[in-house]
Antibody, heavy 119, light 106 residues
Framework: QVQLVESGGGVVQPGRSLRLSCAASGFTFKNFAIHWVRQAPGKGLEWVAFISYDGGNQYYADSVKGRFTISRDNSKNSLYLQMNSLRAEDTAVYYC????????????WGQGTMVTVSS | AIQLTQSPSSLSASVGDRVTITCRASQGISSALGWYQQKLGKAPKLLIYDVSNLERGVPSRFSGSGSGTDFTLTISSLQPEDFATYYCQHFYRYPLTFGGGTKVQI
């Protein structure tokens, strides 16, 4: 079935780096844009980043711009989020989510991976 | 960035009630608005896209309306499985934003 599965979360010290992955299956990954969305414990949803179907366009939330990099490998049906200079406020569950061709919603979500930034 | 303000932040309702949640944008966003449902410990689920289009498989008791800056999610007859938190999100331009959420409680 159509599925997104995140991995790579964990506990990391402030200032360090972490790379999240999102593995896609059940659909033609190279045809779809993908987003990262995060949710701090007990808080609401925060959009983080976007990458177009071919990787040619990326957009970021101001809160992560210059520190996070979104990328994809369509040959591996995989999406990545490289997170550098991590801060305590980056602590959250990180979800990858697919945008349909119309790019007007997030129709498929992964189960999320937890990132904890703490010394 | 465009701000989305949801109201109320929480509400209490009973099975069978009609529930309305509003989402106000800080500027016009045309019809680029969607609604999501999130249950505790789960990923969000798309309910409605482009203001009023029901995602496949979503029950018809959910509906959306609005235009410009003011939008509404309505649940016509609340069911036990509808107790959850609801978020609006705009797709007008980047950066995207979500509303603060509305928790629907018994």
């Amino acid at each position: 079935q159509v599925q997104l599965v995140e991995s790579g979360g964990g506990v990391v010290q402030p200032g360090r780096s972490l790379r999240l992955s999102c593995a896609a299956s059940g659909f033609t990954f190279k045809n779809f844009a993908i987003h990262w969305v995060r949710q701090a414990p007990g808080k609401g949803l925060e959009w983080v980043a976007f990458i177009s179907y071919d990787g040619g366009n990326q957009y970021y939330a101001d809160s992560v711009k210059g520190r996070f990099t979104i990328s994809r490998d369509n040959s591996k049906n995989s999406l990545y989020l490289q997170m550098n200079s991590l801060r305590a406020e980056d602590t959250a569950v990180y979800y990858c989510a697919r945008a349909p061709v119309s790019d007007d919603s997030l129709d498929i979500w992964g189960q999320g991976t937890m990132v904890t930034v703490s010394s | 960035a465009i701000q989305l303000t949801q109201s109320p932040s929480s509400l209490s309702a009973s099975v069978g009630d009609r529930v309305t949640i509003t989402c106000r944008a800080s500027q016009g966003i045309s019809s680029a608005l969607g609604w999501y449902q999130q249950k505790l410990g789960k990923a969000p689920k798309l309910l409605i896209y482009d203001v009023s289009n029901l995602e496949r498989g979503v029950p018809s008791r959910f509906s959306g309306s609005g235009s410009g800056t003011d939008f509404t999610l309505t649940i016509s007859s609340l069911q036990p499985e509808d107790f959850a938190t609801y978020y609006c999100q705009h797709f007008y331009r980047y950066p995207l934003t979500f509303g603060g959420g509305t928790k629907v409680q018994i």
